[in-house]
């Protein structure tokens, strides 16, 4: 009689372990449309959610996240990336619902021409990134 317990109680273990397992898997998806950015934190690769939206043409500050001055206090910070450092980047804007914000988020080479496309001229000068393609990769 306690075998048929035992083994739903086993398969309610692995089952229970699998759940939260998958819900400590958190990935961030960053896509632009017509300038405007979105990006969605997707959790257990089944929920998703809108952390924020912007318009690229917004953005004050652009750049490496290594390059970054340290955020004022009345900044809200947006934590959207991986956690390597060595990809990430940071964007500042202005945002009608939380004030200044300071973006950290890692995007990848097709996020980022994107991003170019659509900067401020005043907010290139100040990101130093180049908008010229790299003439040693042609």
């Known amino acids: 009689a306690l075998m048929p317990v035992g083994v739903l109680l086993v398969i309610g273990l692995i089952y229970g372990a699998n759940y939260l397992s998958s819900n400590f898997y958190v990935e961030y998806e960053y896509m632009i449309t017509n ?3 979105d990006i969605d934190k997707v959790v257990g690769k ?4 809108n952390l924020i939206s912007m318009q690229v043409k917004d953005f004050e500050k652009f750049g490496k996240l290594s390059e970054a001055e340290p955020e004022s206090d009345d900044t809200t910070l947006v934590v959207a990336y991986d956690g390597d450092d060595e990809n990430a980047y940071y964007a500042e804007f202005s945002h009608e619902t939380y004030g200044v914000v300071r973006l950290i988020f890692s995007p990848d080479e097709n ?5 170019k496309m659509y900067l401020s001229g005043k907010c290139r000068m100040t990101s130093g990134i180049s908008l010229q393609k790299d003439s040693t990769t042609e």
């Open 111 to 115: 996020i980022l021409e994107n991003i």
């Open 35 to 37: 300038g405007e950015m």
């Open 46 to 49: 089944k929920k998703r959610s």
